[in-house]
């Protein structure tokens, strides 16, 4: 006769099998019942918030190359000018209307060294944003990596007058004041 101890044991798991078959049974449901009660307060609380209002008469302008756009402007200001001016290339081919595409294109160009296409760009810019504050600045600083100090005074002046504190526009006229030296053998 086995002992007391034993049957004791075997009873237990006896127990622990009926239990765990019964999890077994019934656990995922409950996973799947937690899961759907935990989407519900989601959704319950995603609908608490508002959508966000825009003015009726508001229309942004989104144009198929805006992705094209914004990964141009990040190869820009993080130096990579021959990935920049892909990007930007394929966002003016994809909508010529994109200003701010054709003013990253032609700052690409300037640090590549391509002035002749800058200008190009420039020229499409001023068509469609006007001469502001911002091309002129550009347009000053491309001058200014071509050694044509004269000309890009002029520009940078222009630029002054119309964003009187903008840092940018004055801080490439301290780089001009300082002189041609800091350019000399400058090439992007």
Not at 54 to 64: D, T, V
Not at 111 to 127: E, P, T
């Amino acid at each position: 006769m086995p002992s007391a101890k034993f049957s004791d044991t075997s009873k237990s798991q006896e127990n622990n099998l009926q239990i765990s078959s019964k999890f077994c049974r019934f656990g995922p449901l409950a996973v799947i019942a937690g899961l759907l009660t935990g989407c519900l307060d989601f959704n319950a609380m995603a609908q608490e918030v508002p959508p966000a209002y825009i003015e009726p008469g508001y229309a942004l302008r989104f144009y198929p190359g805006d992705e094209d756009t914004r990964l141009g402007w990040v190869h820009l200001t993080s130096g990579n000018y021959g990935l920049a001016e892909q990007h930007y290339r394929r966002a003016v081919e994809a909508t010529r209307q994109n200003g701010s595409a054709w003013i990253g294109l032609a700052a690409s160009y300037d640090r590549l060294g391509r002035f002749d296409l800058a200008d190009l760009a420039y020229r499409r810019a001023i068509r469609l944003e006007g001469e502001n504050y911002i091309i002129l600045n550009n347009r000053g600083y491309s001058y200014l990596l071509r050694g044509d100090v004269r000309r890009a005074g002029r520009l940078l002046e222009r630029a002054m007058l119309l964003a009187p504190g903008d840092p940018t526009i004055a801080n490439n006229i301290v780089v001009m004041d300082a002189g041609l030296a800091y350019f000399h053998g400058f090439r992007p």
